[in-house]
T-cell receptor
């Protein structure tokens, strides 16, 4: 059973560019959440998708946007990259029925470096 | 808003030593509480959880008890091994709207176990 897979694993961009990160959830999972983990910090919630809609959003600017596809996979897009966007971006999948008590399954992350 | 505070690391112990990593939380309502572990180069994975007051979560020799009166969820292990070296994150589930939750993570505590 494949777990959560993310791509790419590493990427380097320059300020002002745009980036798209991709995530395939664990088989059978219907909810995808994205987190930003800066070096030495805990994951910070960006947003969550369910039924192809953004259900909730953390304290991130509109430069961060996302999408969920009918097969439950998801993309995270970041426009007008800033140096401060350099971080590990984590995708986590879960079941909506387990909301609040269930386990989040994390991918290994996409490490973004902005120069 | 809801938040999680955990002790700063790094924590360095000798093999077979007793481990405590403190975690306290601020929350309205009755969140579920979690400990996640991140091994080097890997994504986060659930270590244990507790969904209501006085519950004890346990896994792989680690334990934590949901203490509502002290708003705490301290992680303990009686005898650590070198393989326990990792970063440990305390987290809670935060009810955002009906049926919708997001997970709030602490900043993480790095544990290093020496042989």
């Amino acid at each position: 059973d494949a777990g959560v897979t993310q791509s790419p694993t590493h990427l380097i961009k320059t300020r002002g560019q745009q980036v798209t990160l991709r995530c395939s959830p664990k088989s059978g999972h219907d909810t995808v959440s994205w987190y930003q983990q800066a070096l030495g910090q805990g994951p910070q919630f960006i947003f969550q998708y369910y039924e192809e809609e953004e259900r909730q959003r953390g304290n991130f600017p509109d430069r961060f946007s996302g999408h969920q596809f009918p097969n439950y996979s998801s993309e995270l897009n970041v426009n007008a990259l800033l140096l401060g966007d350099s971080a590990l971006y984590l995708c986590a999948s879960s079941l909506v029925q387990g909301a609040g008590t269930g386990e989040l399954f994390f991918g290994e992350g996409s490490r973004l470096t902005v120069l | 808003g809801n938040s999680v505070t955990q002790m700063e690391g790094p924590v360095t112990l000798s093999e077979e030593a007793f481990l405590t990593i403190n975690c306290t939380y601020t929350a309205t309502g009755y969140p579920s509480l979690f400990w996640y572990v991140q091994y080097p180069g890997e994504g986060l994975q659930l270590l244990l959880k507790a969904t209501k007051a006085d519950d004890k979560g346990s896994n792989k020799g680690f334990e934590a008890t949901y203490r509502k009166e002290t708003t705490s969820f301290h992680l303990e292990k009686g005898s650590v091994q070198v393989s326990d070296s990792a970063v440990y994150f305390c987290a809670l589930s935060d009810l955002v709207s009906s049926g919708t939750y997001k997970y709030i993570f602490g900043t993480g505590t790095r544990l290093k176990v020496l042989a």
